[in-house]
């Protein structure tokens, strides 16, 4: 039986990590064979035990469903997830994930997809009036916390998580991603200490349009996971990158905030630099650590998330772990190792390492790319 | 009753003097609070009975010539009948009363911090460097909104709409815990605020009203409302940061205070609005507040009176039902709720209540964040711990337990020479600390002690600053709450689930 859930630390794993992402902010496609390469050159930052990645656009025929992807490591968990499924959602298609057998990747779960959206007349609807987004949160959430063999690792719409226990670009043959194309693409490469062969705990870790795929170990992530219980998350894989997940759905999603301020959240400027601004950025950066200080994210982190607008990509507030940004037209470019960019875009327009805390900030349709967090404040 | 001329209870203490090394110049009758010396024509005498141990007299001998030590004329061992007890029989065999006394519990009672250990960085998540990055340690004590609402400006740049309740800024997450002008001297009080002012923290003034000394000090000063209303009137809630409604003490759950007439000079008559020589007694309840629904009525007249400007703290004791008490609390609209410990300190108390009422602060303060939590209102209220805040690593131990700050009460006192003794009821204080005897009062320096105070907050707050880089976190908030941080060792399982904490190993 293949592991999808932590079953094997008490608390939480713990993992070092490589990572990559590209965006071309006109949407234009492309196939994962260069995400692939630019993070298969980053082979020694992961040591065989996860990879993954995310596409956003590679389901345009499907594009106002969700696209539930599910892992199972037995039939009889499939079936009752697919009841589930079937009381709550119209399933507009079902089907394997195409993958391709490698000698590299012998030993997989039953990997499925479904692209569904929820019933107008569920069953929930007695007793309270969820959004569809909700429901899905709710529904990933109860399958991945009591349907045992069977997790969801991917829910967004026209965007979808491919992972796995292996080096990732050997996962990247397994799901054929040369014959995928999208226009942005996320990748990591996974090191972890103490949880071996865990599907479920590669990156990236998806909720709804929502992917992550991040390099650190957050110190806070026990005050980190508390102040997410309080909203009632369930925090089921025990995973930074699942806590980085729920904070950005809660700040963004939830409680309202521009993705710009939530960032601001994530890794909060100094009080000495707060100080020192004018009276309405130092009122409002004050109350933003007030409110949120426990949402704060300490510790070595570099993270790419991305969602169904763009990409950012963003390290703690002292810069505690690598990241590299580059543009080149229309593309931009993030990754643990200014050698992995190189490798699919050997003469950038720009190469440069974002200062700690400062988010590069990708959004399609709006070619402007807004370098470094405070000044676009 | 008459009273018998001899009685058992022996010396604890004896105030020996080398009168080879003693030069007469009789300090030691000059500093002694308790009348244990006096000039016996060539000799320094001294009345054993009546020493407490309090050490003044050996600190400030210039010869070196005294020792006090345990009088070791025994009563005869038995664990069961331990001494202590025989003395209290003896004692209230004697008098008839209640034995009464100062400082928290003399009980070896189990203290959690002891059995609690910290987390570091190793490898997979480095340490931070406190002597090279920032290390910050700013609090900001009141109720939080769940979210923020924001508005864009004309430049669609994001502007606060929320507007925020009122907060207290802490430069480091430490507060003077609140003693009553009355039960210590204005020179401590004043020494506490002079560093309180210096470090960007606050004091307290305890039940006992505002000195006019203290008045300019209103930025680092909580002004407390007891349940014997001392001093309260408009200006005075008004000329502090925050508001405390004193409903328990650590020390004495439940039951009220007593200030006796002859501490009540002119001074404190004036402060506490009662007339000269008069007992200032607290009730034990607010005879205003018998239920949570007249707290609320409390707190909301008192946020009138200072035009929702102030915050407003609840001080109550843990007790056994603390979670739910606090939860009351909260939503009865406190935006502060200070909870102190059954080990913490107090001017006088009896000792049957000192000894036996009330729970340890680490296991409160714990299952109340929990509580909080649970419901949904961690933000609705800050929490303070106090009773018996001995170190850095308790202060930090119970932030990391889920308080938003510590208060200090005990600590504070040792810092102006307090050893201890237990006998701050008395007045007798030669100290200059628990005394309004002008004559001790005035050996207390509020600058000398201020700047010492400044310093042992100044030393913890590094000792923070030290364990968060190994920790390897550079912000207070990401310590607070923290229980995964957190090790219990020499503990049961159930004392391990009511901290919330896993043992050692895992």
């Given at each position: 039986m293949l592991k999808l859930k932590n079953e094997f630390s008490l608390e939480r794993d713990i993992s070092g990590c490589g990572l990559c992402g590209i965006i071309n902010s006109k949407k234009i496609k492309t196939n994962g064979s260069d995400i692939k390469k630019a993070i298969s050159i980053e082979h020694d930052r992961g040591n065989g035990l996860g990879g993954g990645f995310a596409v956003y656009g590679n389901y345009p025929d499907y594009a106002e469903l969700y696209a539930f992807h599910i892992m199972y490591d037995n039939l009889s968990a499939k079936k009752d997830v697919e009841e589930y499924l079937k009381n709550n959602f119209i399933i507009e298609k079902e089907e394997p994930i195409p993958t391709f057998k490698t000698s590299k990747i012998y030993d997989h779960p039953y990997l499925h997809r479904y692209f569904i959206k929820p019933k107008s007349d569920r069953q929930d609807k007695l007793f309270h009036e969820l959004g569809d987004d909700d429901f899905v949160v709710n529904s990933v959430m109860l399958i991945n916390q009591n349907y045992n063999g069977a997790y969801v690792f991917s829910s967004g719409k026209n965007m979808g998580a491919f992972k796995g226990v292996g080096y990732p670009e050997d996962i990247a043959d397994f799901y054929k991603l040369e014959e995928i194309e999208g226009y942005m693409w996320t990748a990591h490469n996974r090191f972890p200490t103490n949880t071996p062969g865990w599907w479920g705990g590669a990156h990236p870790f998806t909720l709804l349009d929502w992917s992550v795929v991040h390099n650190g170990e957050i110190s806070s992530y026990g005050i980190n996971k508390r102040y997410l219980e309080m909203y009632k998350y369930n925090l089921s894989l025990k995973t930074d990158t699942e806590v980085i997940t729920y904070i950005l759905d809660l700040l963004i999603r939830k409680h309202g905030l521009p993705i710009r301020l939530a960032v601001t959240v994530l890794a909060s400027p100094f009080y000495h630099n707060i100080d020192k601004m004018d009276k309405n950025k130092k009122?409002?950066?004050?109350?933003?650590?007030?409110?949120y200080g426990s949402a704060l994210l300490n510790g070595p982190f570099a993270i790419v998330f991305s969602y169904s607008n763009g990409m950012i990509a963003m390290n703690d507030r002292i810069k505690l772990r690598p990241l590299i940004a580059a543009t080149m037209g229309h593309f931009t470019y993030v990754a643990s190792e200014e050698a992995a960019i190189r490798a699919v875009c050997p003469s950038p327009d720009s190469v440069w390492s974002p200062k700690a805390g400062e988010p590069v900030m990708v959004e399609f349709e709006e070619p402007m790319l807004q370098k470094g967090g405070l000044v676009s404040l | 009753m008459t009273k018998s001329s001899f009685s058992n209870i022996q010396s604890e203490y004896l105030a020996l003097v080398d009168h080879n090394k003693c030069v007469r110049c009789k300090r030691c009758i000059q500093n002694c609070g308790w009348g244990v010396y006096s000039f016996g024509g060539d000799r320094i005498i001294s009345d054993h009975n009546k020493c407490v141990a309090c050490g003044r007299c050996y600190t400030y001998c210039p010869e070196g010539a005294i020792s006090i030590v345990k009088n070791p004329t025994v009563v005869r061992e038995n664990a069961n009948w331990k001494d202590g007890l025989m003395k209290d029989i003896w004692r209230q065999s004697e008098t008839g009363g209640i034995l009464i006394s100062g400082m928290g519990t003399t009980f070896k009672y189990k203290k959690y911090f002891d059995h609690v250990l910290l987390d570091a960085c190793q490898v997979t998540n480095p340490s931070i460097d406190p002597l090279r990055e920032p290390?910050?340690?700013?609090?900001?004590?009141?109720?939080?909104?769940?979210?923020?609402?924001?508005?864009?400006?004309k430049n669609d740049e994001p502007i606060l709409k929320t507007k925020m309740p009122p907060q207290i800024e802490l430069q480091t997450p430490f507060v003077f815990g609140a003693m009553s002008y009355g039960s210590i001297s204005l020179n401590a009080q004043k020494a506490m605020a002079l560093a309180a002012r210096a470090l960007g923290i606050i004091m307290n003034t305890g039940e006992g009203g505002l000195h006019d000394d203290l008045v300019p000090f209103g930025k680092n000063i909580i002004v407390q409302v007891a349940s014997g209303r001392f001093g309260v009137h408009r200006d005075y809630l008004n000329s502090g940061i925050a508001v405390e409604i004193k409903i328990g003490q650590g020390a004495k759950p439940g039951i009220g205070g007593h200030l006796p007439g002859e501490k009540i000079g002119v001074d404190i008559s004036k402060t506490r609005m009662i007339p000269v020589g008069t007992d200032a007694i607290s009730p034990a309840p607010h005879h205003d507040i018998y239920s949570i629904e007249d707290l609320r009525q409390l707190i909301f007249a008192i946020k009138e009176a200072t035009d929702y400007e102030k915050p407003i703290s609840v001080k109550v004791a843990a007790v056994h039902n603390i979670a739910a008490i606090v939860s009351g609390i909260v939503r009865a609209g406190a935006d502060i709720v200070?909870?102190?410990?059954?080990?913490?300190?107090?001017?006088?108390?009896p000792n049957i209540i000192k000894n036996h009422v009330g729970i340890p602060i680490e296991l409160a303060l714990a299952q109340v964040d929990e509580r909080l939590r649970n419901e949904g209102i961690r933000n609705e209220a800050s929490i303070i711990a106090a009773g018996s805040i001995r170190s850095s690593a308790d202060a930090i131990k119970a932030i990391a337990l889920g308080a938003d700050a510590v208060a200090i009460g005990t600590a504070a006192l040792v810092v102006m020479g307090c050893h201890v003794c237990g006998k701050c009821n008395t007045g007798n204080c030669s100290w200059g600390i628990t005394t309004q005897r002008p004559e001790l009062v005035r050996r207390l320096d509020p600058e000398v002690y201020g700047e010492k105070l400044y310093n042992l907050i100044s030393a913890w707050s590094h000792e923070i600053q030290e364990v968060l880089g190994a920790m390897g976190?550079?912000?207070?908030e990401s310590l607070r709450g923290s229980r995964e941080r957190l090790r219990g060792v020499e503990l049961t399982d159930t004392e391990l689930k009511v901290l919330g904490i896993k043992h050692a190993g895992f």
């Open positions: 009122e409002l950066l004050i109350a933003l650590r007030q409110i | 290390m910050e340690l700013r609090t900001y004590l009141g109720k939080k909104p769940s979210k923020l609402d924001i508005e864009f400006d200070y909870i102190d410990g059954y080990s913490g300190g107090t001017g006088a108390a976190v550079n912000s207070i």
